[in-house]
């Protein structure tokens, strides 16, 4: 029993270990293919890689309004949409300082950022993203099309929505807490994108983990 035991534990070790290794090769200006199996909002997923392991993707020169804006709910919709459990080619362009990938996507040969940018339902990234002039173009035809959030008369960019409300003067609308989230994974990505700091509390004894109550740990 005990040789059985000390089997097993070796088998779950060596499978952990191949999925963080799996994770820690993806480097900028590599490419593989996945599929999406969680949608966090319009700009940020997990994907399964085939050939193993998760893998947290922020799209590249992209930015979608955030879930407590106007259309925010409406970005992570379509982005359901148009990858929630499809396979997809990722193209990772750099790695963020949290880990994540900033990649594209693109799914049945189409640019997953090129096609929420033209719905009017995501921002250029210009100042991550200058060379991208397709993006810039598709901004611009959304917005005089009043397209999406291009409707609004002045939408706030997601970049000054978080920069004011990231501190510790947010209301209580605006904040979030760990019911808000279904999955531990999802309230971890939430926290991460919000750092440095812990402005909605989701991380009670500091130890780096959001939301461990969830399921999903």
Known sequence: MLFVRQCLAAAILLLSSVSLDA???????QTFSGRVIDVTDGDTFGVRRSAGGEVTIRLHGVDAPESSQSYGTAATRAARRYVGGKDVRVAVEEIGRY???VARVEVQGGDLGAMLIGDGLAWHYDEYAPNESEYRR???QARNAKRGLWSQGNPTPPWEWRDRTSGPGETSVEDRDCSDFDTQPEAQRFFERHQPGDPHNLDGNGDGEACESLPGR
């Open 138 to 140: 598709l901004e611009r």
């Open 23 to 29: 994770q820690a090769q993806v480097q900028p200006g």
């Open 99 to 101: 880990g994540r990938a």
